[in-house]
């Protein structure tokens, strides 16, 4: 199913607009903190080197235990030495596997994290916060995360994205951000007829033509309509943003065709 242009202005403008309204708000994740355990949420927001980390934890589990692992981390090791998590990996897995476990992926998060540290201390002089200097533009900053095992496209443009709206790191050149291809983001572009094929190109290039400034600023609003509203089953279409022009494409058939609901 194709929209109307002028279906999907309105449902281009119903998206900026959300993503607005939380900026004005301050919104974060699912509130004002990025993890509700408030340590935690400090931990990540003031040192470089736990948001780094934090970033790798970003996959598979709910973000509020993502964000809240590197703070827990450093409780059971007593340290957050990144000389120490790049040599001491051993370690580093003990700590992550100990019940309850930090992540689902006990056997490949301490390497990513070892590695991690190794490479801030070898490429950034041990200061994780030199890969994303003010003034730096977002692709470049995109780039370098890349070269981290663990972060892909999708936890780069999230992690560019959140230093920008939450942590006040000026970067330049916002036109390059982009919403990370997260499966929130992906079920709300494709429902809502913002795109007709679920492809990292296709949900780039719709972000892009929504918001061509700062594409990246849609991303907290696509990702919180996808977690709040856009359910896999169950959509509370009547309470989401983007009620009143999304398509409503939530069967879809196997060739991407959508069936309205
Ligand atoms: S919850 Fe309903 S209205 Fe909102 S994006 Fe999903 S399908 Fe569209």
Redesign the pocket.
């Known amino acids: 199913m194709r929209r109307e242009p002028a279906a999907n202005e309105a449902l281009a403008e119903a998206l900026r607009s959300y993503a607005r309204t939380l900026a004005a708000a301050g919104v974060v994740q699912t509130g004002g903190a990025f993890t509700d355990l408030p340590e935690a949420d400090r931990f990540v927001k003031t040192r470089a080197e736990a948001f780094l980390i934090g970033v790798l934890f970003t996959q598979g589990i709910p973000a509020e235990r993502a964000w809240a692992a590197p703070w827990l981390l450093a409780q059971r090791l007593g340290h957050f030495d990144l000389g120490r998590l790049a040599v001491e990996r051993e370690r580093v897995a003990r700590a992550i596997a100990a019940p309850p476990a930090l992540h689902r992926f006990v056997r490949t998060l301490p390497g990513w994290v070892s590695a991690a540290a190794a490479r801030v201390i070898e490429d950034y002089r041990g200061d994780a916060a030199a890969i994303w200097p003010e003034g730096t533009r977002v692709a470049e900053v995109a780039e370098r995360l890349r070269a981290f095992q663990g972060i892909g496209v999708k936890k780069a443009a999230m992690a560019t994205e959140m230093l920008v709206r939450h942590l006040g790191v000026r970067l330049t050149g916002l036109e390059d951000g982009c919403v990370a291809y997260d499966v929130h983001v992906r079920?709300?572009f494709l429902?809502?007829g913002l795109v007709v094929r679920d492809s990292v190109v296709e949900v780039a290039s719709a972000a892009r033509s929504v918001e061509p400034g700062d594409p990246g600023s849609l991303d907290l609003a696509a990702w919180l309509?996808?977690r709040q509203?856009?359910?896999p089953s169950a959509?509370?279409?009547d309470q989401?943003?983007?009620?009143g022009p999304?398509?409503?494409?939530?069967s879809l058939r196997p060739d991407g065709v959508g069936v309205r609901?």
């Open positions: 079920r709300v429902r809502s309509i996808g509203h856009c359910r959509p509370r279409c989401c943003p983007l009620a999304c398509a409503r494409l939530v609901r």
